[in-house]
């Protein structure tokens, strides 16, 4: 049952197994003390939760959360489809920065999806927390990398994702990323193609090189021109793997306003070079705290801007050009021209804005923050006593999605 990816230190799996073990029977809805509504969706709620008769050792108390789906509301919105579109995603994926499914079950009514929780909350509140509600070209780096990786990864097992924003990335206790939500995503054909190195341009580093102040950003790095022939892009360098699922298309229109690429809104229908558009959304709103198309007008205006608005970079953002010229490949309005549509993650992963990343050690990296640890015990303390507070001012039902005690857990957090 455990993925390899996580190494064998997961006890939940452990703590899943013997509790099926000791009732002869798969884990249920009853084996779980839901404790907290952590948000909801346009297909369900999800709930943290408390596995019951774990046993000592083997991960009792383990936390979770609980994506509950109403199937008589599936059934009413014509979502049966999407529903199970993101349960067959989920069991599909093994890797680091995407979630893991340890379990699905029903009831009479209801659909369920178990998965890990993150303690950290998303990105989207946590940006909001940083001085000018922006993060660090470092830390921005750190967190578009791993997302980078994710996004490679699901193109690689044909998966178009489509959703991508902050709210959807969640920070695991150990500082790094995980993607979550597929409710949206795209299963599609891919074919994972081998292509040799000296096929790739390493001279293609900065999107306008014309328009460079410095020099040194035309140069994929500071080793000589000599080395880099005879070694990463000479004729015995090893082969690059490309697994861009380039085919597929798709006429539907889903997203949200802000991230939508201009071929969704304009119904030409679209394939994974959306995921590229909307990194490069998610990157401007991490270095700059705010969208680049946004319309004060409402939706509308902004679906107009997407379309028709030239991107613009605030004057006074401190941003690096290496990083905007990242942007403005990723946010090229013609599909076609933006970088990622042939290679995918292979010819991003190469421009300069992530000089010094070593992609095969992103997981071993330093996070720039670290959640604070949350035990069971803790979380039901605090639920208690919201409980008990909203009873002493007499009576009134706060619910659970609403209790909150700094003292033990930034609930606002999700």
């Known amino acids: ?51 019951r008769g774990g046993g000592a050792g083997a991960g009792e108390g383990c936390l979770f959360a609980v994506k509950v789906m ?120 891919v074919d994972p193609t081998l292509v040799a190195s000296m096929d790739i341009n390493p001279s293609s580093f900065c999107i306008r090189p014309s328009s460079c102040l410095r020099p040194s950003c035309l140069k994929p790095t500071i080793k000589s021109r000599k080395k880099i022939t005879s070694s990463a892009y000479g004729p015995d360098a090893l082969p690059v793997l490309v697994a861009e699922p380039t085919t597929a298309r798709s006429t539907s229109f889903v997203g949200t306003h802000e991230y939508l690429a201009p071929e969704i809104i304009s119904g030409a229908g679209h394939g994974s070079a959306v995921d590229w558009w909307t990194l490069g959304i998610f990157m401007y709103e991490l270095l700059y705290g705010k969208t680049p198309f946004k319309g004060g007008g409402g939706n509308r205006e902004t679906l107009f801007n997407v379309v028709g608005k030239p991107l613009r970079f605030p004057e006074d953002g401190g941003v690096s050009f290496p990083a905007k010229d990242l942007m403005r490949g990723l946010l090229a309005k013609d599909p ?40 069971p015990a803790v979380v039901k303390e605090a639920i208690r006593a919201c409980l008990a507070a909203s009873v002493e001012k007499g009576g009134e039902d706060l619910g659970l999605g609403r209790c909150s005690d700094d003292r033990f857990l930034d609930f606002e957090f999700f």
């Open 336 to 375: 076609k021209r933006r970088l990622g549509f042939k290679r995918g993650a292979t010819e991003i992963k190469q421009h300069r804005f992530f000089e010094g990343v070593n992609w095969a050690l992103v997981r071993s990296g330093p996070p720039p923050r670290i959640p604070a640890a949350v035990e």
């Open 70 to 189: 109403e199937k008589e509301m599936l059934v009413r919105r014509n979502k049966v489809r999407r529903a199970q579109t993101e349960r067959d995603i989920l069991g599909l994926l093994n890797h680091p920065f995407l979630p893991t499914l340890y379990s699905h079950f029903e009831t009479p009514k209801f659909c369920c999806l178990l998965m890990e929780f993150c303690s950290g909350g998303d990105l989207h509140l946590l940006r909001q927390r940083q001085p000018g509600k922006r993060f660090s070209e470092h830390e921005a780096r750190f967190y578009v990398s791993e997302v980078l990786l994710a996004l490679e990864y699901l193109h690689m097992m044909g998966v178009i994702y489509r959703d991508l924003k902050p709210e959807n990335i969640l920070v695991r206790e150990d500082g790094h990323i995980m993607l979550s939500d597929f409710d949206l995503s795209m299963r599609c054909y």
């Open 1 to 51: 049952m455990s993925k390899p990816h996580r190494g064998g230190e997961d006890l939940r799996w452990e703590a899943i197994e013997r509790v099926e073990a000791t009732y002869g029977r798969r884990l249920g809805i009853g084996d779980l003390s839901l404790l907290k509504k952590l948000g909801f969706g346009d297909i369900g709620s999800v709930y943290l939760a408390e596995l």
